[in-house]
């Protein structure tokens, strides 16, 4: 079978294996555009894989005064768990710690669904008897007293169970610097792409994991195929000139909005990757046995 | 096919109780059985077709035409579809009902949209007392959906209102909001005395300061709402452009009842 080329750079004729995860969007709004940052990157931190961080959450974009409910600048936030009561777990605590305490905050739903996640209807009762229920063109929010005056926030968020985490690139190359930049030009670009989020920081991970380890109660454990140190010692993936390997993890509200993300990732790598130093694009995957989404990375630049 | 319309032929002797005539009553029945129906309220029998001449044929959007304040229990009970009411409506407009449209191009009587849970009232004129008021029978005003009024309220505009939203355009009358439970009423005029006796929860929103308050409404001062924010750009997409803006004064009352409404006065 003929290499497929990419500008130059080997696409390496894999697919990447994600799973279904349930995720919600809210909107968060502040006095200031800068405000809504703050609370929402505070409300997405430590929240870059559910092996250990609980859920997986980002920033999908940014709104104008004019997209939100109140009129003020706002940000969308994407959050993913494996289950739904982990997801309204973590969207509690998460709402409940980061933007409830953030200066001037709101938060809206950003999801319609039958399904719904409770999102004032928990946090009111720090209102403690105060709360006021109001409902506004068919919608219900909280207005809950805090010492700068109210925390609005709507009663409920809608739910998708058809999330998909885990969509995945893995970039080769023969600097640190190279494969690093390939990866920055990536995420800018995923960015845009509605729906989605990148979770690890700054988008990008550089510590892929495999499933199971050596230690009895470790789960997961480096992934030695693609660690560079190790090409002599284990079977590698990685030809010898390789130098670094990074991954961007994608999560996404639905299997479309992944592959168009991966889709995106993959061209700006490209873009002037063989002239740095980039080698290969390649996917994760176990197998194919354990999730049932396969994104082959052919078809996606079909 | 077009609305079923009733046009009243003339000024009937007695009042009418048009509560039968609502789409879910009249989906399946026959043009003669639809002029059959009673409406009269007297020993005197009196039936749709006497005092309507009827026309068309869809039994989910209605209209009735040339009524007057003694039409009563014009869409009581309205589950769905729509009604037009090209003149005045009588007491009862909307009572109890549960979903659906009216909207009434002329004034109505006593207890429009009087313990109604959901859909929405229009009234171009005035409105009579009791408006989103406790229906008879029944412990709590109005439960839910929308009443706008355009022109004036009479005196107790939603009493003991438990949900939903009252906006109105013109003046309302004494005792406006009392013992509500919740809800709230958006007030783009004045009020009479005595607004907001005995609430219990439930918001009050003046664009004019009233002239009277009661005593008994404590001030915390004026202040940022985002909830003034979301109410007035809601209202901006149904096409009223009341221009809340986002400061108000709030006072807590009643505290000679359960003191955890208030009254936002924009600022």
């Known amino acids: 079978m003929p290499e497929l080329k990419l500008k130059g750079v080997t696409v390496v004729d894999t697919f990447a294996e994600a799973f279904p995860m349930v995720g919600t969007r809210i909107i968060i709004t502040a006095p200031t555009l800068e405000w809504a940052l703050i609370a929402a990157r505070t409300m997405t931190g430590f929240a870059t894989s559910v092996i250990a961080a609980g859920a997986e959450a980002g920033i999908e974009r940014t709104l104008s005064a004019d997209e939100t409910l109140d009129g003020r600048p706002g940000v969308a936030v994407l959050i993913f768990t494996m289950d739904t009561n982990k997801l309204q777990t973590q969207l509690r605590n998460r709402v409940g710690q980061c933007v409830l305490t953030s200066p001037g905050s709101a938060c809206f739903a950003g999801l319609e669904g039958e399904k719904k996640l409770k999102l004032g209807a928990s946090l009111r009762f720090f209102g403690d008897g105060w709360q006021m229920s109001k409902r506004v063109g068919g919608r219900r929010f909280w207005r809950i007293p805090v010492m700068d005056g109210e925390f609005v926030c709507e009663a409920t968020t809608g739910l998708t169970k058809k999330a998909v985490g885990g969509g995945n690139l893995l970039v080769l190359g023969k600097s640190h610097a190279a494969v690093l930049a390939a990866c920055e030009r990536a995420v800018r670009v995923i960015d845009d792409v509605p729906e989605v989020i990148t979770p690890f920081p700054g988008g990008i991970v550089r510590s892929g994991s495999k499933v199971g380890s050596k230690y009895k109660g470790q789960i997961a454990s480096t992934n030695d195929a693609y660690c560079p140190t190790l090409k002599a010692a284990v079977k590698t993936a990685l030809p010898l000139d390789v130098e670094a390997v990074l991954e961007i993890v994608i999560d996404g509200l639905t299997k479309e909005s992944i592959a168009k993300a991966m889709r995106a990732g993959m061209h700006a790598i490209a873009d002037g990757g063989a002239e740095q130093g980039i080698t290969h694009i390649t996917a994760g995957n176990y197998g194919g046995n354990l999730g049932p989404h396969h994104f082959h990375l052919k078809e996606i630049i079909a | 096919m077009s609305a079923l319309t009733f046009e009243l032929k003339g000024k009937p002797d007695q009042r009418l109780d048009l509560s039968p ?247």
Not at chain 2, 89 to 96: N, V, W
Not at chain 2, 104 to 121: D, E, P, T
Not at chain 2, 226 to 248: K, N
Request: proline share 2%.
């Open chain 2, 21 to 267: 005539l609502i789409p879910a009553k009249l989906n399946d029945l026959k043009p003669k059985d639809i002029e059959a129906l009673a409406i009269g309220t007297t020993r005197v029998k009196l039936s749709v077709g006497d005092a309507f001449k009827v026309k068309g044929n869809d039994a989910g959007s209605l209209r009735f035409v040339g009524t007057d304040g003694r039409c009563d229990k014009i869409g009581a009970g309205l589950t769905e579809g729509e009604i037009v009411v090209e003149g005045d409506a009588g007491a009862y407009l909307g009572d109890a009902m549960k979903g659906g449209k009216i909207e009434v191009k002329g004034g109505a009587g006593v207890l429009a949209g009087a313990s109604m849970s959901g859909g929405s009232i229009t009234i171009a004129g005035d409105a009579g007392e009791r408006a989103a008021g406790i229906a008879v029978g029944e412990t709590l005003g109005m439960r839910g959906g929308q009443l706008t009024i355009n022109g004036n309220a009479g005196p107790l505009l939603g009493e003991r209102m438990r949900r939903g939203f009252v906006i109105v355009g013109g003046n309302a009358g004494d005792y406006a909001g009392g013992r509500m439970v919740a809800g709230t009423i958006l007030f783009k005029r004045g009020v009479g005395r005595y607004a907001g006796f005995g609430l219990r929860r439930g918001s009050l929103i003046f664009i004019e300061a009233p002239k009277d308050l009661l005593p008994t409404f404590c001030d915390c001062g004026v202040m940022e709402f985002d909830y003034l924010r979301i109410l007035d750009r809601w209202l901006r997409t149904t096409g009223q452009h009341v221009g809340l803006g986002d400061r108000a004064r709030r006072l807590m009352g009643d505290m000679a009842a359960l003191g955890k409404g208030e009254m936002l006065i924009v600022a």
